[in-house]
């Protein structure tokens, strides 16, 4: 069966990851329609915005896409084009497994986690007021008056919204992909003791869905601090961790770093309708257009989509070519090499000729 896909290339290393990535999705002989689309900063060039509404027209139509890494300048500019797309096409689950493969450097000899993070909203909706306007003083007041407590008045104020439908449709998500990949825990992950609404909110979301999946799937909770120390100290007591969004975003990268660091961490975002996967890691600035990037979490995120699409077999053989690749350690790119100088270190194309050997194999 033939597939349509979107591809958005990105910024930065994104168009060398994400063109390695279609080569060795295509080798897997998977029948697909690609459809580029470009957002980001080349997309501000050429069509005075980042995010040209055919991008989003496009990715509707076709349910699935995979894109690059897109810029988002910090404390100014435009707002993240990311989160954009995550909330307007309500691609509501991001699913980033975190899995150590043979011949990655790690302090670590097996991690094997997956994070699931709320993509749609806590402080990440974006809902902040500046310090010292006029709307954000009449909020500082309107806040004083009813909670009864004092802030500084050269204060900028963000606000967390935390719903009980949201909170529950993902910790069900979670709770389903564990049902589904064979997984034996969730962890829901909170700081309910200090943020008793929000975060207990979310919390008492997670035991009412857990209660659901009584007797087969385990569920826990964890304090999100202590959690990031679990997780340092000993990684393979936990599985599925489900997380509000922000601190879905920070365990991601942390769980990344226990799995040997972005160059490998794959991710998607999904909603009821339509995926989009994307690597965890950004742009990459100062490897643009250097062949040197590693395109590893591009083509793992690659075999999430197939895996998405149905396409299991095709995704199990790009993983294991990938897997194999990195164990040898022989054509991989720098960051893959025990000493980061190794002037044997491949480029990002090279890379992806030898995941694409293999596969042929
Ligand atoms: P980054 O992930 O781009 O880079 C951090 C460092 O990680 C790099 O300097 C490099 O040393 C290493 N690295 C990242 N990807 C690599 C790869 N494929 N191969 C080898 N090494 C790799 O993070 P940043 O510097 O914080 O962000 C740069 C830009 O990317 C920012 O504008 C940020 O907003 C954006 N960003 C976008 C996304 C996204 O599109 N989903 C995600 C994160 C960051």
């Known amino acids: 069966m033939s597939h349509r896909v979107t591809l958005i290339p990105g910024d930065g290393i994104g168009r060398e990851v994400s063109l390695a990535a279609r080569r060795c999705i295509d080798a897997t002989g998977v029948d697909i329609e690609w459809e580029e689309q470009i957002a980001g900063k080349e997309a501000i060039a050429r069509f005075g915005t980042v995010l040209p509404e055919g991008v989003l027209d496009s990715i509707r139509k076709n349910k699935v896409a995979i894109k690059g890494p897109i810029i988002t300048p910090v404390g100014k500019g435009f707002r993240s084009v990311n989160v954009r797309m995550r909330v307007l096409l ?8 975190c899995k150590l493969y043979d011949g990655v450097k790690s302090r670590y000899s097996h991690i094997d986690l997956v994070v699931v993070r709320e993509n749609t909203e806590d402080l990440y909706a974006g809902i902040e007021f500046a310090k010292g306007v006029e709307k954000t003083k009449e909020m500082i007041g309107y806040i004083e008056s ?19 439908s949201a909170s529950k449709r993902i910790v069900k998500f979670a709770f389903d992909y564990a049902l589904k990949n064979k997984r034996r825990k969730v962890t829901a992950v909170h700081k309910a003791n200090i943020m008793k609404e929000t975060d207990g909110l979310f919390l ?35 599985d599925v961790l489900v997380l509000p969004n922000l601190y879905g975003d920070i365990l991601s990268d942390l769980c990344a770093g226990l799995a040997g660091g972005l160059g490998v961490a794959p991710g998607a975002n999904i909603g009821d309708d339509v995926a989009l996967f994307e690597a965890v890691h950004g742009s990459a600035p100062k490897y643009a257009g250097l062949n040197k990037a590693n395109p590893s979490a591009m083509i793992l995120s690659g075999v999430l989509m197939l895996k998405y699409m149905g396409e299991d077999s095709a995704a199990h053989r790009l993983e294991k070519a990938v897997s194999d690749v990195i164990k040898e350690g022989k054509q991989v790119t720098y960051d893959l090499k025990p000493d980061r100088n190794d002037p044997t270190a491949v480029g990002t194309s090279q890379m992806a000729d030898a995941i694409i050997v293999k596969l042929k194999n």
Do not use: T, W
């Open 90 to 97: 309500d691609l509501y689950a991001c699913l980033r497994p």
């Open 146 to 164: 009813l909670s009864g407590l004092h802030i500084k008045e050269d204060s900028a104020l963000g606000i967390k919204p935390i719903s009980v």
């Open 204 to 238: 008492d979301a997670a035991r009412d869905v857990a209660g659901e999946y009584k007797g087969r799937v385990e569920f826990e909770d964890r304090i999100v601090d202590n959690m990031c120390m679990q997780l340092v100290q000993k990684p393979e007591l936990y």
